[in-house]
């Protein structure tokens, strides 16, 4: 991992050079916990919205940013490549606009970035955040490990970050749900968590029937249903809009899990309905080889150095020539030779 580009001064605006400033000397020490985050609104997220205390055992990249400030704006593609690198080692990077979902919403869907990131956030005062853009790293036990610019990120401190960091429990499939463990609800509860949403599903919809259930059980196995229903429905449209734009790989494992999972149940059924359409899909298709062929030339690429990994990249690009992982590619090529 290569630190950041700065963008050249001589081309910024005032308010991009403001955006330059340290941070205050308010700003959380390393070592304390940092002070909870909120938003608005959250885009690339289903579920319960994030909170420091909800991902305590991953390793949290905080990044404090805007659409109209340059640096940031050019820093996203690397952040998107942390996201991509990292998220299996436990890395969640969380990003926080204070602008409102109409800037925010069309920047990351023309853009095609998968990681988390809200809109309308006021947290960063309480970081002491006087400019923008602002990084910082939150380790597995919830103490602030690093913050600087993201330009000073480098692979030392983040690995160092990363130590006992592991990824959420259940994959893309689990989460935290609202509903109260009752009961025998709780048994589900804990397989929602673990990811087995068809499994819990199938035990929820048997409580209707179930005589000896008590009346708090039927109405948690209920309320939990739906939770499930709704998460997996939020998984689907937000595949939807990866394939809009053409974030096709990210689209299709979300599908496939949700397939797996279900099998031959309806949900199951709808998920396999859409890898079918993307199959037959050629712009589509194409897309989806390129991706699955970047993460293969990425292993390959990584043992190369210099001019023959550039070289490896440009002809990349040549052979998928218009589809956005040749774009990568093609940025890769250009890459620095130092």
Same mark, same amino acid.
């Given at each position: 991992?290569?630190?950041?580009?700065?963008?050249?001064?001589?081309?910024?605006?005032?308010?991009?050079?403001?955006?330059?400033?340290?941070?205050?000397? +308010?700003?959380? &020490?390393?070592? =304390?916990?940092?002070?909870?985050?909120?938003? %608005? @609104?959250? *885009?690339?997220?289903?579920? $319960? !919205?994030?909170?420091?205390?909800?991902?305590?055992?991953?390793?949290?990249?905080?990044?404090?940013?805007?659409?109209?400030?340059?640096?940031?704006?050019?820093?996203?593609?690397?952040?998107?490549?942390?996201?991509?690198?990292?998220?299996?080692?436990?890395?969640?990077?969380?990003?926080?606009?204070?602008?409102?979902?109409?800037?925010?919403?069309?920047?990351?869907?023309?853009?095609?970035?998968?990681?988390?990131?809200?809109?309308?956030?006021?947290?960063?005062?309480?970081?002491?955040?006087?400019?923008?853009?602002?990084?910082?790293?939150?380790?597995?036990?919830?103490?602030?490990?690093?913050?600087?610019?993201?330009?000073?990120?480098? +692979?030392?401190? &983040?690995?160092? =970050?990363?130590?006992?960091?592991?990824?959420? %429990? @259940?994959? *893309?499939?689990?989460?935290? $749900? !609202?509903?109260?463990?009752?009961?025998?609800?709780?048994?589900?509860?804990?397989?929602?968590?673990?990811?087995?949403?068809?499994?819990?599903?199938?035990?929820?919809?048997?409580?209707?029937?179930?005589?000896?259930?008590?009346?708090?059980?039927?109405?948690?196995?209920?309320?939990?249903?739906?939770?499930?229903?709704?998460?997996?429905?939020?998984?689907?449209?937000?595949?939807?809009?990866?394939?809009?734009?053409?974030?096709?790989?990210?689209?299709?494992?979300?599908?496939?899990?949700?397939?797996?999972?279900?099998?031959?149940?309806?949900?199951?059924?709808?998920?396999?309905?859409?890898?079918?359409?993307?199959?037959?899909?050629?712009?589509?298709?194409?897309?989806?080889? =390129?991706?699955?062929?970047?993460?293969?030339?990425?292993?390959?690429?990584?043992?190369?150095?210099? !001019?023959?990994?550039?070289?490896?990249?440009?002809?990349?690009?040549?052979?998928?020539?218009?589809?956005?992982?040749?774009?990568?590619?093609?940025?890769?090529?250009?890459?620095?030779?130092?």
């Amino acid at each position: 991992m290569k630190p950041l580009a700065i963008v050249s001064v001589a081309v910024l605006s005032l308010a991009t050079l403001l955006s330059l400033r340290a941070t205050s000397a +308010d700003k959380p &020490l390393v070592g =304390a916990v940092p002070p909870e985050i909120d938003a %608005a @609104g959250w *885009i690339n997220h289903v579920g $319960p !919205a994030p909170t420091l205390a909800s991902l305590k055992g991953q390793t949290v990249l905080i990044e404090f940013w805007a659409t109209w400030c340059a640096p940031c704006v050019a820093a996203w593609p690397h952040l998107q490549e942390l996201h991509d690198e990292y998220e299996s080692r436990g890395l969640v990077i969380l990003g926080l606009s204070e602008e409102a979902a109409d800037k925010v919403s069309p920047f990351v869907n023309e853009n095609g970035y998968t990681a988390r990131i809200a809109y309308g956030s006021t947290t960063k005062g309480k970081y002491g955040v006087n400019g923008i853009p602002a990084t910082f790293l939150v380790g597995p036990d919830g103490k602030l490990a690093w913050s600087g610019h993201p330009s000073e990120l480098n +692979d030392s401190v &983040l690995e160092a =970050a990363l130590k006992g960091a592991k990824p959420r %429990a @259940g994959g *893309i499939l689990g989460f935290a $749900p !609202a509903t109260a463990a009752e009961g025998r609800v709780a048994q589900q509860v804990k397989l929602v968590e673990e990811g087995k949403l068809g499994k819990a599903l199938a035990a929820l919809t048997a409580f209707a029937q179930d005589t000896t259930a008590s009346d708090g059980e039927k109405a948690a196995a209920a309320a939990l249903t739906v939770e499930i229903e709704g998460y997996v429905a939020a998984l689907m449209s937000q595949s939807e809009r990866h394939l809009k734009s053409l974030n096709v790989l990210r689209a299709v494992n979300t599908y496939e899990s949700i397939a797996k999972e279900f099998g031959a149940a309806q949900l199951g059924a709808d998920a396999k309905s859409k890898l079918d359409a993307i199959k037959a899909d050629e712009k589509l298709s194409r897309e989806l080889a =390129a991706a699955e062929a970047f993460q293969k030339t990425k292993d390959s690429a990584a043992k190369l150095k210099g !001019a023959k990994a550039r070289d490896k990249w440009a002809e990349f690009a040549q052979k998928y020539k218009g589809t956005r992982a040749a774009e990568r590619a093609t940025a890769l090529a250009r890459a620095p030779k130092n």
